[in-house]
């Protein structure tokens, strides 16, 4: 029934458009359906194909944009939308050029990538799902969304949900990491933060999930590369937060660059038609990633252009971005009965649905006002929620002797290749953010610490073998109490094509760092990065390790602040830090072998290394505090669930035995110890954030029902299985603190 339902919704459409009738639920107002229809009934299978083609504005081009004459394009009606169109006056510019001077004057759709920000820049996504804040992460994204919309965009490419176990990925840094659960929730907060209640305001923007699917997965973490799934882990660890997207009223859907199981995800009938339209009844339109559908051919999939435009279009992919593959072959393909033109019809109004939507079809310029996109860009609440959640996303990994935070009347030597860049600090896929709005780590600091406490020295490059500026930073080092060392990636090492098989710090930063460690002074090393890093090095040269990610904009006073103490990190990790590359991939969540080896213990003829421990550097959901929690008192209300009784409640004592208030992230996890089959050594099912004042204590309690334990059983069906489940309440991955309880069979 699910695979028939939206099979017969397009029937209907298309049987209306031929009766001149308005076609049932294109825009969910039947207003709009009307304009919908009206202009569907005048448009040629011309003007249809052309509302299916993206193209690239040449002015901050995000891929390899092929040359074309845009403006007569957009005149003939060949142009559905653009990208990289940026400024209320620009795209009011092409705008005008659609609406006055095509046929019908139907308005462009303009998106871009706005990923962790627009003007005001924002931790990158990783960072965010460090915070563990899915408030303050949806937060961001509403802010991004309304400096977006004021500069006349109308569609982002994000959220990207991938999920993703190999940091060797670039990509890793524009997701929320490993964990599925955490990435439900996240997905969720984006979808509603960039679309709101109702996408007819002028601060509300398509969102898109991207990239479906599986991408993250990709062998040998290696971006573009192929994904080889099995359907069980496919459908258990990476479909659910595009799931949750859909389920949260998400707009557009992006196929993937990857192969699945051998077929491309822009030609993927399994992923776009079976799973998307079929089971989840998704009724907005996809976009194809940068040329994916031509890429159909490297893949080896499609013959020809012509080829790759059929399989994709076949397959589900409405909008072409840049192949520019569909104006030129579908038309032929319909002559050929390849493609119908009833296919074409339906992807037109999806699209058109979306303009719809958006108040294009009344007011095409509602976006392109340069006033408002004056008054909105960077204003000083914006920045603040970026130097807040900046200061959210930090993690501490270590703090021997509690050197942090450090007190403000010390002499502070700040070192590094990252501690004065501008445009490191503000990562990739920057969004229109610019460097002379960018404050710097040394610029934060100087706002706490007067400039005869101040001692800074670049040091040494990111990459690179130059050393003579090691000199420099050993002076500072002994002139000051304490050394804060900035150390990590450039800003384009992680995100697209960036892709590393070494993930230890790059050039001569670690012989920049044993250099201050002879100095014999405290020394804290601030990461900037974009993915988990090998650090098995650089633990015992500092006394201090936090992860700072890439903070964005305000990223320099709100290191500032957790590094004085003005703010008390309570980040957590969302990905596992491995101790080496040879250890990936590696995660939290991963299934037992049939020789577990046991904790602490290395025997032979188990599952283990010869010269590695299998346990991770860091776990999933670690984080240090300036303060300490302790957790005890673990209760689980009854030993049985009943499929159709009460939840159980799951409640635990957190106190704070510290010196300091602060934030706690309290994490479940579960352990369903047999199933059909082999089920994960624990799984986080529910997370909540505390907030305890020094020597405050307070019970946390989570429910749990029948539908929190259910997978995707051995015959493929969805749900829970009778048995017996352990439960940890924690801190991190690792909570040792547990209970047992049963699901009845009932």
Same mark, same amino acid.
């Given at each position: 029934m699910h695979l028939r339902t939206p099979l017969l919704g397009i029937l209907l459409l298309v049987a209306g458009l031929a009766r001149g009738q308005t076609p049932a639920s294109l825009t969910g107002d039947p207003r709009l359906d009307e304009k919908v229809s009206d202009l569907l009934r005048q448009m040629t299978l011309e003007e249809k194909v052309g509302q299916l083609m993206q193209h690239s504005s040449d002015d901050n081009a995000t891929g390899p944009a092929t040359k074309s004459n845009i403006l007569n394009e957009i005149r003939s009606g060949r142009c559905g939308a653009?990208?990289?169109?940026?400024?209320?006056?620009?795209?009011?510019?092409?705008?005008?050029?659609?609406?006055?001077? #095509? +046929?019908?004057?139907?308005?462009?759709?303009?998106?871009?990538?706005?990923?962790?920000?627009?003007?005001?820049?924002?931790?990158?996504?990783? @960072?965010? /799902?460090? #915070?563990?804040?899915?408030?303050?992460?949806?937060?961001a994204d509403r802010i991004a969304a309304i400096e977006a919309t004021s500069a006349g965009i109308h569609w982002t490419y994000s959220p990207m949900v991938d999920i993703a176990r190999d940091p060797r990925w670039g990509r890793m840094s524009e997701g929320a990491g490993e964990d599925t659960y955490l990435g439900i929730q996240i997905a969720k907060a984006r979808v509603h933060a960039f679309q709101g209640d109702d996408l007819s305001r002028p601060d509300t923007m398509l969102a898109c999930a991207k990239h479906f699917a599986a991408y993250g997965a990709a062998q040998a973490g290696r971006d573009y590369y192929t994904t080889d799934l099995s359907e069980a882990t496919l459908r258990e660890v990476y479909l659910p937060p595009f799931k949750a997207a859909v389920d949260a009223g998400v707009a557009t859907f992006m196929a993937a660059f990857n192969d699945l199981n051998g077929v491309p995800s822009s030609g993927n009938k399994f992923l776009l038609q079976t799973v998307l339209r079929g089971e989840?009844?998704?009724?907005?339109?996809?976009?194809?990633?940068?040329?994916?559908?031509?890429?159909?051919?490297?893949?080896?999939? /499609?013959?020809?252009?012509?080829? /790759?435009?059929?399989?994709?279009? &076949?397959?589900?992919v409405e909008m072409d971005m840049e192949s520019k593959l569909y104006y030129p072959h579908l038309l032929g393909l319909v002559k050929e009965g390849k493609v119908t033109e009833e296919q074409i019809t339906v992807a037109a109004g999806r699209i058109l649905a979306m303009k719809? +939507?958006?108040?294009?079809?009344?007011?095409?310029? +509602?976006?392109?006002?340069?006033?408002?996109?004056?008054?909105?860009?960077?204003? %000083?609440?914006h920045l603040e929620a970026a130097r807040d959640l900046a200061r959210r996303a930090c993690v501490l990994l270590k703090n021997d002797k509690q050197i942090l935070p450090v007190q403000k009347e010390a002499t502070v030597a700040l070192v590094g290749p990252l501690a004065d860049s501008r445009i490191d600090i503000l990562g990739s896929w920057r969004g229109r953010g610019e460097t002379s709005d960018a404050v710097t780590l040394l610029k934060g600091f100087q706002g706490v610490f007067p400039s005869d406490r101040l001692?800074? /020295?670049r040091g040494c490059d990111i990459s690179g073998k130059d050393t003579t500026g090691f000199a420099e930073a050993r002076a500072a080092a002994d002139k000051a109490d304490v050394v804060i060392a900035v150390l990590g990636e450039s800003w384009d090492m992680s995100g697209e094509a960036s892709s590393r098989s070494n993930l230890d710090l790059p050039g001569q930063q670690i012989a920049l760092l044993t250099e201050l460690h002879k100095s014999g002074k405290p020394i804290v090393v601030v990461l900037m990065c974009g993915r988990a890093l090998t650090l098995e090095n650089v633990l015992p040269l500092a006394d201090a390790v936090l992860i700072a990610w890439i903070p964005g904009t305000m990223g320099g006073p709100a290191i500032a602040d957790v590094v004085?103490?003005?703010?008390?990190?309570?980040?957590?990790? %969302?990905?596992? $830090?491995?101790?080496?590359?040879?250890?990936?991939?590696?995660?939290?969540?991963?299934?037992?072998?049939?020789r577990p080896q046991p904790p602490g213990?290395?025997?032979?003829?188990?599952? &283990?290394?010869?010269?590695? %421990?299998? #346990?991770?550097?860091?776990? $999933? @959901?670690?984080?240090?505090?300036?303060?300490?929690?302790?957790?005890?008192?673990?209760?689980?209300s009854a030993p049985i669930l009943h499929a159709q009784g009460e939840p159980l409640t799951v409640s635990v004592t957190v106190r704070n035995e510290g010196g300091y208030d602060g934030e706690e992230t309290v994490q479940l996890y579960i352990h369903d110890r047999v199933g059909s089959l082999t089920r994960p050594v624990r799984e986080l099912k529910g997370f909540s954030k505390v907030f305890l004042k020094k020597g405050?204590?307070?019970?946390?309690?989570?429910?749990?029902?029948?539908?929190?334990?259910? $997978?995707?059983?051995?015959?493929?069906?969805f749900g829970p299985e009778p048995g017996k489940f352990e439960v940890f309440v924690g801190g991190d991955s690792d909570a040792t603190l547990q209970d047992k309880f049963e699901l009845a069979a009932d």
């Open positions: 653009m990208l990289n169109v940026t400024g209320a006056a620009y795209s009011k510019t092409l705008q005008t050029v659609a609406v006055k001077q #095509s +046929r019908l004057g139907i308005p462009l759709i303009f998106g871009y990538d706005v990923i962790h920000g627009y003007k005001t820049i924002f931790p990158i996504c990783l @960072g965010q /799902a460090a #915070s563990w804040d899915v408030a303050a992460i949806e937060k989840w009844g998704f009724k907005g339109f996809v976009v194809s990633d940068w040329g994916s559908v031509n890429e159909l051919q490297y893949h080896g999939y /499609a013959a020809s252009p012509r080829d /790759a435009a059929r399989l994709g279009f &076949n397959a589900g719809a +939507r958006l108040g294009l079809l009344d007011d095409p310029f +509602r976006y392109s006002d340069p006033a408002r996109e004056k008054a909105t860009l960077l204003r %000083p609440e001692l800074y /020295a004085t103490g003005a703010y008390n990190p309570a980040g957590k990790l %969302p990905v596992t $830090f491995p101790r080496s590359v040879g250890q990936i991939p590696i995660f939290y969540n991963h299934k037992s072998s049939g213990e290395r025997i032979q003829y188990k599952s &283990n290394y010869l010269d590695s %421990p299998n #346990s991770p550097l860091f776990p $999933f @959901g670690f984080g240090l505090s300036y303060t300490k929690f302790t957790y005890d008192n673990l209760r689980v405050e204590e307070r019970e946390v309690t989570f429910k749990l029902t029948p539908a929190d334990l259910a $997978f995707w059983r051995a015959d493929l069906t």
